[in-house]
């Protein structure tokens, strides 16, 4: 299974895609995080791994990435993964597409063309799970980032701002045939009934609760080393969803 965060900048992505990835290696798979977000430099710290090289730089850097993407074969093996362009943490790994690193170097596109192509040509095998973490806001969704991947988790957080971007990410994949689902994030008892009004309840998964040792976490730039209960709902949730694909 193939699975895309997304949602607006701030609701925790990273947070659930490192969380999540957890949960999901001590149950037994093995877990290929694919960094899609140019601008986040966190990920990495919050997985307690070394930062590794940019996956674009495997094909030759930025300026010429938007040709060197068109090589890229269907077929790739996580087992087959350039050595050095990825890092590995017990049954994790973690490869970083692309950053953003000089002024005026020029936009995320080929960065976006290049996780696009990856997530569509990627194969697991049966013990495999990919979690893809993206830039903030809907850029990469113009870009088809989503359409390799078999299902979208929007993190929402307690905000306008983040359910209209919710309701407009379902919208926008609805001819893609992608289903979406919801986790609300930093939620309390009033935030969750709110956001539970507010969206279509049978396409919310899971609500993590305000923890303010997850801030710590990530002031700090140390490992996540926490069990949440709401994880363990939504990891069962795509475990069923697996055996269903």
């Not at 900048?9 to 990273?14: L, R």
């Not at 926490?226 to 269903?244: M, V, Y």
């Amino acid at each position: 299974m193939k699975i895309l965060i997304c949602g607006k900048g701030g609701t925790g992505k990273s947070t659930l895609t490192a969380l999540l990835s957890k949960e999901m290696a001590g149950r037994g798979k093995r877990v290929l995080i694919v960094d899609s977000d140019e601008s986040n430099f966190g990920l990495s710290g919050l997985l307690g791994m070394a930062k590794p090289r940019d996956f674009m730089e495997y094909l030759g850097g930025k300026k010429v990435l938007f040709e060197k993407v068109k090589t890229l074969e269907k077929g790739l093996k996580t087992d087959g993964l350039p050595s050095g362009y990825f890092s590995e943490k017990g049954s994790i790994k973690l490869l970083s597409v692309g950053k953003i690193y000089d002024f005026g170097e020029g936009c995320a596109c080929p960065i976006n063309a290049l996780s696009a192509k990856f997530l569509e040509n990627v194969e697991l095998k049966n013990d495999e799970l990919l979690i893809a973490d993206t830039d903030a806001g809907v850029e990469h969704l113009g870009r088809g980032v989503e359409k390799g991947c078999d299902i979208l988790l929007v993190v929402v957080e307690p905000s306008r701002e983040s359910i209209e971007l919710a309701k407009r990410v379902t919208t926008m994949v609805k001819d893609l045939g992608t289903e979406v689902f919801y986790v609300l994030n930093k939620t309390d008892d009033e935030s969750e009934r709110t956001l539970l009004d507010s969206l279509p309840r049978g396409r919310i998964i899971g609500s993590i609760p305000n923890d303010r040792r997850i801030a710590l976490y990530g002031l700090q730039g140390s490992e996540l080393d926490l069990k949440l209960e709401g994880i363990g709902k939504i990891a069962d949730f795509l475990k069923e969803k697996a055996g269903a694909l």
